[in-house]
């Protein structure tokens, strides 16, 4: 069967090359003629100057007579081609330590220059970018962008343009004015901040960008047709550097951290006694090695004033991905990324990572033995004592990245009657990535690798469910042809964890494997194994530029023992599965559309046993309208499903053939008010599963410095069968599930009040509010029954019962208790807010002051939302947290 199960996924595969293969013909007409010529290449010569000039945003000093100025901007959205509405122009000049740029916007009406006002990356209003690819390489470059209030901008570009990290924040200055023609701005770059080889004539990859706020049009220096891939590699050059030598980066950045907190007493507990404060001092470093490799260093990171994850609840047993928000770990995330099986098409458990930098630092994996009338003090992070990260990239085209972290060892403190005694809840863990990959064929292909490795010290009897180690390897590859019309590529991934009997069982049993599972030959608890070795990967064939047409195809797997965890993301396992997706864009706009896209995608999937799991078409498409509306809506329709995990190691269960929906609008962004809805709904044709989410808000922006939004949302899950437990009940197993009816209420609200581009407060807060009610309990008793309601047996009133929270069952009505099982009955509230004040008083030199807030608490599952939501949010003592940091950059 499993032979049967990737032979279909081979040939599907084959089926869209074939398909492929017999799109890419010759030009038809002139028009298809012109849409395959190759743009062009716009070249800018600059000179280098013995006095700088001041940067102030006016263009005044004769310096800038030294250069031609560049002009002849194409506009690129949403009139590709054409001429922009304003025209721009700049001028680059250069001496030994940085790069100056002054541009001109032009606007015959300067008093409608939109100048709103943000923290920095906040890329409102009017603005102009340069892009500057120093390494050359077709594939990075270094972004800066400012807009008419004066707020900087700055990302790093990697993946040819599909990867834009806002993250990396460098020094440089910027000025902008305002006059009668439209506005200017003076930038200065210090070489220091790029990367660059130490060729005595330089040529590096330029781009600039105008968004004219009022027409939301973009116009660009370098013209790049909408249908052609890439961003990078279709850059101008930017020439006459000479002589330039790479500048070695050093900085230091000492900080240090007070914090308070205030929480609720808790009466006889000594480690809740309503308050804590402490001081916290720390370091980061970023020495430039070489002018292309950089090592960071950070001592004792501190993470206080990043915002808290949003509030959510998942019934499924997985876990939920949340995104990485510390700058140590964000910052040059693209070269440690490798996802296991990204596609276009989606579905494949995209954000499955070899690398998930969240597992460092993490929330300790134990917990102590707490005895009655005993207390514990268990810390709710595993502190990083010192980490290590060199990355870069050579002009020879290797991209390196090494991180190197350690986690201390934790311990929970026991209280008994004043005795106190340690128990050790996490051990001391090394974490270990390494990257490599190279460019080669003109850029136009790559090989690359990632190795990880997590080793735990000393591992006490208490803590042996963990791993000892745990090892991971993969390849990865991309090749790209025509004009990087075409792409093949794909990665294989290997791992492999030890430990103790009591660790790979544990393994074995999660819901990511359950070996355990009832009816799965191809699976096999082994008590006795100390390690798991798992292998997974994905090859993608796909066509995404020259005319309307795009296409991606390909095949992913993740074998039953793979294990990624302890360091990388991974949601389920013993998977083979094909994807498809085509899609057809529009290239010009018409007298209702700026841009339209449709796509159509499918999946199919079997397990590691030949079980066809897994079949879903969809259709979608999505509309920019002439008056900047965005709107979206989506078709989906699964004849086919099967879950091996919703028993929890019961049988394979089928559900219910569906079809579910999603569309959403946004308003034109440009506007002071922005209103946005989203919605979706699942239904299955016998109506054993019903759900539908509702977010609708607004965004207000009244004046420049101040913006509000507020977007409350409401979702409604109602399904038949959702599991409960498994219970052993006479020898034999009782597979118990109930109909849920869950209802989840939240909204997140901002406020962002810009003083200057340099000093912010910004506001974020989140009451949430998940209940749910289980009634029509029943066994799983015929789990791939055609029909619903052969799949199980239901209690009927007179054999259930609920006594002091309890229900009992008397399955035979012989009026003795067969088994009984908790009410499964949940309220789940929690409010959560952070309100951060940020002044950067010098260049990379900031002061944070903090309050964060938390109330997370069980409500009444039979309260109505908005009440359990009052009773255990506003009327309650939260978790304050007060901070106080301040950083101080020394850059030599």
Same mark, same amino acid.
């Given at each position: 069967m499993?032979?049967?199960?990737?032979?279909?996924?081979?040939?599907?595969f084959i089926?869209?090359?074939?398909?492929?293969q017999?799109?890419?013909?010759p030009?038809?007409?002139f028009?298809?003629?012109?849409?395959q010529?190759?743009?062009a290449k716009?070249?800018?010569?600059?000179k280098?100057?013995?006095?700088?000039?001041?940067i102030?945003?006016?263009?005044?000093?004769?310096?800038?007579?030294?250069?031609?100025?560049?002009?002849?901007?194409? #506009?690129?959205q949403p009139? /590709?081609?054409?001429? =922009?509405?304003? *025209?721009t %122009? @700049?001028?680059?000049i250069? !001496?030994?330590?940085y790069?100056?740029?002054?541009v001109?916007c032009?606007?015959?009406?300067?008093?409608?220059?939109?100048k709103?006002?943000?923290?920095?990356?906040?890329?409102d209003?009017d603005?102009?970018?340069?892009?500057?690819?120093?390494?050359?390489?077709?594939?990075?470059?270094?972004?800066?962008?400012?807009t008419?209030?004066?707020v900087?901008?700055?990302?790093?570009?990697?993946?040819?343009g599909?990867?834009w990290?806002?993250s990396?924040?460098?020094?440089?200055?910027?000025?902008t004015?305002v006059?009668? #023609?439209?506005?200017?701005? /003076?930038?200065?770059? =210090?070489?220091? *901040?790029? %990367? @660059?080889?130490?060729?005595? !004539?330089?040529?590096?990859g330029?781009?600039?960008?105008?968004?004219?706020?009022?027409?939301?049009?973009?116009?660009?220096?370098?013209?790049?047709?909408v249908?052609?891939?890439?961003?990078?590699s279709?850059?101008?050059?930017?020439?006459?550097?000479?002589?330039l030598?790479p500048?070695?980066?050093?900085e230091?950045?000492p900080?240090?951290?007070a914090?308070?907190?205030?929480?609720e007493?808790?009466e006889g507990?000594?480690?809740?006694?309503g308050?804590d404060?402490?001081?916290?001092?720390?370091?980061?470093?970023?020495i430039?090695v070489t002018?292309?490799?950089?090592?960071?260093?950070?001592?004792?990171?501190?993470?206080?004033?990043?915002?808290?994850?949003?509030?959510?609840?998942?019934l499924?047993g997985?876990q939920?991905f949340?995104?990485e928000?510390?700058?140590?770990?964000?910052?040059?995330?693209?070269?440690?990324d490798?996802r296991v099986?990204?596609?276009?098409a989606?579905?494949?458990?995209?954000?499955?990572?070899?690398f998930?930098s969240?597992?460092?630092?993490?929330?300790?994996?134990?917990?102590?033995?707490?005895g009655?009338?005993?207390?514990?003090?268990?810390?709710d992070?595993t502190?990083?004592?010192?980490?290590?990260?060199?990355?870069?990239?050579?002009?020879?085209?290797w991209?390196?990245?090494?991180l190197?972290?350690v986690?201390a060892?934790r311990?929970?403190?026991?209280d008994?009657?004043?005795?106190?005694?340690?128990e050790?809840?996490?051990?001391?863990?090394?974490?270990?990535v390494g990257?490599l990959q190279?460019?080669?064929?003109?850029?136009?292909?790559?090989?690359g690798?990632?190795?990880?490795?997590?080793?735990?010290?000393?591992?006490?009897?208490?803590?042996?469910?963990?791993?000892?180690?745990?090892?991971?390897?993969?390849?990865?590859?991309k090749h790209?042809?025509?004009?990087?019309?075409?792409y093949?590529?794909?990665?294989?991934?290997?791992?492999?964890?030890?430990?103790s009997?009591e660790a790979?069982l544990?393994?074995?049993?999660?819901?990511r494997h359950?070996?355990?599972?009832v009816?799965?030959?191809?699976l096999?608890?082994?008590?006795?194994?100390?390690?798991?070795t798992?292998?997974?990967?994905?090859?993608q064939?796909?066509?995404?530029?020259?005319?309307?047409?795009?296409?991606?195809?390909?095949?992913?797997?993740?074998?039953p023992?793979?294990?990624?965890?302890d360091?990388?993301?991974?949601r389920e396992?013993d998977?083979?599965r094909?994807?498809t997706?085509?899609?057809?864009?529009?290239?010009?706009p018409?007298?209702?559309f700026?841009?339209v896209?449709?796509?159509?995608?499918?999946?199919?999937?079997?397990d590691?046993?030949?079980?066809h799991?897994?079949?879903q078409?969809n259709?979608?498409s999505?509309?920019?309208?002439?008056?900047?509306?965005?709107s979206?809506?989506?078709?989906?329709?699964a004849?086919?499903?099967?879950?091996n995990?919703?028993?929890r190691?019961?049988?394979?269960l089928k559900?219910?053939?569906w079809?579910s929906?999603?569309?959403?609008?946004?308003?034109?962004?440009?506007?002071?008010?922005?209103?946005?809805v989203?919605h979706?709904?699942?239904?299955?044709f016998?109506?054993?599963?019903n759900?539908?989410y509702v977010e609708?808000?607004f965004t207000y922006?009244?004046?420049?410095?101040?913006r509000?939004?507020?977007y409350?949302?409401?979702?409604?899950?109602?399904?038949?069968?959702?599991?409960?437990?498994?219970?052993?009940?006479?020898?034999e197993?009782?597979?118990?599930?109930?109909?849920?009816?869950?209802?989840?209420l939240?909204?997140s609200?901002?406020?962002?009040?810009?003083?200057?581009?340099?000093?912010?407060?910004?506001?974020?807060?989140?009451?949430?509010i998940?209940r749910?009610r289980?009634a029509?309990?029943?066994?799983?008793?015929?789990?791939?029954a055609d029909?619903?309601?052969?799949?199980?047996?239901?209690?009927?009133?007179?054999?259930?019962?609920?006594?002091?929270?309890?229900?009992?069952?008397?399955?035979?009505?012989?009026g003795?208790?067969d088994?009984s099982?908790g009410?499964?009955?949940f309220?789940?509230?929690q409010?959560?807010?952070?309100?951060?004040?940020r002044?950067e008083?010098?260049?990379g030199s900031e002061?944070f002051?903090?309050?964060?807030?938390?109330?997370?608490?069980?409500?009444?599952?039979?309260?109505?939302?908005?009440?359990?939501?009052?009773?255990?949010?506003f009327?309650?003592?939260?978790?304050n947290?007060?901070?106080?940091?301040?950083?101080?950059?020394f850059v030599?």
């Amino acid at each position: 069967m499993i032979k049967t199960a990737i032979t279909f996924v081979m040939v599907g595969f084959i089926f869209s090359f074939s398909w492929a293969q017999q799109q890419e013909e010759p030009p038809t007409s002139f028009t298809d003629s012109l849409k395959q010529t190759i743009v062009a290449k716009k070249i800018y010569v600059t000179k280098p100057i013995e006095t700088p000039p001041n940067i102030d945003g006016v263009l005044d000093e004769g310096i800038w007579g030294v250069v031609e100025w560049a002009t002849d901007y194409i #506009e690129n959205q949403p009139d /590709e081609n054409t001429p =922009p509405s304003h *025209q721009t %122009k @700049f001028k680059i000049i250069y !001496d030994a330590k940085y790069l100056y740029i002054g541009v001109r916007c032009l606007d015959d009406e300067p008093d409608k220059i939109v100048k709103r006002l943000s923290r920095r990356d906040g890329f409102d209003g009017d603005w102009v970018e340069f892009n500057i690819d120093s390494y050359h390489d077709k594939r990075t470059a270094f972004s800066f962008t400012v807009t008419a209030a004066g707020v900087k901008g700055d990302e790093f570009i990697s993946n040819n343009g599909n990867n834009w990290d806002a993250s990396w924040n460098p020094i440089w200055y910027t000025k902008t004015n305002v006059d009668d #023609e439209g506005w200017t701005a /003076e930038i200065k770059i =210090p070489l220091s *901040q790029l %990367k @660059f080889g130490d060729a005595p !004539d330089q040529v590096w990859g330029l781009q600039s960008t105008r968004r004219y706020f009022r027409g939301e049009e973009r116009s660009l220096w370098q013209r790049k047709p909408v249908d052609q891939p890439g961003w990078v590699s279709e850059f101008g050059e930017l020439h006459g550097l000479k002589n330039l030598e790479p500048q070695k980066q050093l900085e230091i950045q000492p900080y240090t951290v007070a914090k308070g907190e205030t929480y609720e007493a808790e009466e006889g507990n000594p480690f809740r006694d309503g308050d804590d404060t402490n001081i916290t001092v720390g370091l980061d470093a970023k020495i430039g090695v070489t002018n292309d490799l950089t090592l960071d260093l950070t001592v004792n990171p501190d993470f206080g004033q990043v915002e808290a994850d949003p509030s959510a609840i998942a019934l499924d047993g997985f876990q939920i991905f949340f995104q990485e928000q510390r700058p140590f770990f964000v910052e040059n995330k693209n070269i440690f990324d490798f996802r296991v099986s990204n596609s276009e098409a989606g579905n494949t458990f995209g954000s499955d990572n070899v690398f998930y930098s969240r597992r460092i630092g993490r929330t300790p994996h134990g917990f102590p033995d707490v005895g009655d009338g005993e207390f514990a003090n268990v810390p709710d992070k595993t502190p990083i004592i010192g980490a290590a990260k060199f990355s870069g990239k050579t002009k020879d085209g290797w991209a390196i990245g090494v991180l190197e972290s350690v986690t201390a060892k934790r311990f929970a403190t026991v209280d008994a009657n004043g005795d106190r005694r340690k128990e050790i809840v996490e051990p001391l863990t090394n974490y270990f990535v390494g990257r490599l990959q190279k460019d080669f064929n003109e850029r136009n292909s790559y090989v690359g690798g990632i190795f990880t490795a997590t080793n735990r010290a000393d591992l006490p009897e208490s803590l042996n469910f963990l791993h000892t180690s745990a090892y991971t390897g993969a390849l990865d590859f991309k090749h790209q042809w025509n004009n990087r019309d075409w792409y093949v590529g794909g990665n294989v991934v290997f791992s492999h964890v030890k430990g103790s009997e009591e660790a790979i069982l544990n393994t074995q049993q999660t819901i990511r494997h359950l070996f355990q599972r009832v009816g799965a030959d191809h699976l096999e608890v082994d008590e006795n194994r100390t390690s798991l070795t798992g292998t997974a990967g994905n090859i993608q064939l796909g066509k995404v530029g020259n005319g309307h047409w795009k296409f991606e195809t390909g095949g992913t797997w993740r074998s039953p023992e793979l294990e990624l965890n302890d360091i990388g993301f991974q949601r389920e396992s013993d998977d083979i599965r094909h994807y498809t997706w085509i899609g057809y864009q529009t290239l010009k706009p018409d007298s209702t559309f700026r841009r339209v896209g449709i796509n159509y995608n499918h999946w199919s999937a079997w397990d590691f046993g030949g079980n066809h799991n897994y079949l879903q078409f969809n259709t979608n498409s999505w509309q920019n309208w002439k008056g900047n509306w965005f709107s979206n809506i989506g078709f989906n329709y699964a004849p086919i499903q099967y879950s091996n995990f919703a028993l929890r190691g019961g049988p394979r269960l089928k559900r219910s053939p569906w079809m579910s929906f999603w569309n959403g609008i946004n308003t034109d962004n440009r506007k002071k008010i922005r209103f946005n809805v989203f919605h979706n709904g699942r239904k299955a044709f016998d109506n054993s599963i019903n759900t539908y989410y509702v977010e609708a808000g607004f965004t207000y922006q009244p004046i420049n410095a101040l913006r509000i939004s507020a977007y409350p949302s409401y979702q409604i899950n109602n399904d038949k069968l959702q599991f409960v437990d498994n219970l052993e009940v006479g020898g034999e197993t009782v597979y118990l599930n109930g109909a849920i009816e869950q209802r989840t209420l939240s909204m997140s609200f901002r406020l962002n009040y810009t003083i200057n581009p340099n000093l912010t407060i910004q506001y974020w807060g989140q009451p949430f509010i998940s209940r749910g009610r289980y009634a029509s309990f029943k066994n799983v008793t015929n789990p791939v029954a055609d029909t619903f309601e052969n799949r199980f047996e239901a209690y009927t009133p007179q054999q259930i019962n609920l006594v002091d929270n309890t229900y009992q069952v008397d399955t035979d009505l012989d009026g003795t208790t067969d088994f009984s099982f908790g009410n499964p009955d949940f309220s789940f509230v929690q409010f959560r807010s952070n309100l951060v004040l940020r002044w950067e008083y010098i260049p990379g030199s900031e002061i944070f002051l903090v309050w964060s807030q938390d109330v997370s608490r069980s409500g009444d599952p039979m309260a109505g939302l908005l009440d359990d939501l009052d009773n255990n949010v506003f009327g309650q003592t939260p978790q304050n947290i007060f901070l106080l940091k301040a950083t101080y950059r020394f850059v030599f």
